[in-house]
């Protein structure tokens, strides 16, 4: 099945892979403040301790974001990929589900482990979003899916358009 994630609009998705945290040491400070500090081994120690092989996993949707029925891309790249060959392959080594995100800047996620033929691909409702503002800062249920090399392959990745 089919999996979707949002990358900035500068990327090298096509060249290296979708990249894990662990691998995109400029993109830690977004846990800094969660962490309690700017060190490297210190935010992966903390990603890590919410739950086992966080700083290697990728978060990802069951489908694209959508407004008044069109993909909302949000500045930048949508990929998709299919979970289903990424576990065949051997790359996968854990899912998590999103079940709370954090409010206000506060570390107050839950995640619970599944196994991926429990992802739920329930369409999302997005009839209630007016706005690209409102939808994108909306909780929806999401998948953190934990790579026993912290990246996808390119090979395995689609450019959504």
């Known amino acids: 099945m089919k999996l979707y994630h949002y990358t900035p609009l500068e990327n090298t998705c096509l060249e290296k892979g979708l990249l894990s945290v662990s691998l995109l040491p400029e993109c830690l400070s977004h846990y800094a403040s969660r962490a309690g500090s ?60 999103k079940i709370k995100s954090g409010e206000s800047g506060k ?28 939808l994108t800062h909306a909780f929806f249920r999401h998948y953190m899916i934990v790579l026993k090399n912290g990246f996808i392959p390119p090979k395995y990745l689609t450019q959504e358009k």
């Open 38 to 97: 700017e060190d490297y081994t210190a935010i992966i120690k903390w990603l890590d301790s919410t739950f086992e092989g966080r700083s290697r996993s990728v978060s990802c949707f069951t489908e694209p974001l959508k407004l008044n029925g069109e993909i909302v891309v949000n500045g930048g790249h949508l990929f998709s990929f299919d979970i289903d060959e990424l576990v065949k392959d051997g790359f996968v080594e854990s899912v998590y589900q």
């Open 107 to 134: 570390a107050t996620e839950a995640f619970k482990k599944i196994e991926p033929s429990e992802i739920d691909y329930t369409p999302f409702d997005f009839s209630q979003y007016k706005t690209e503002y409102e």
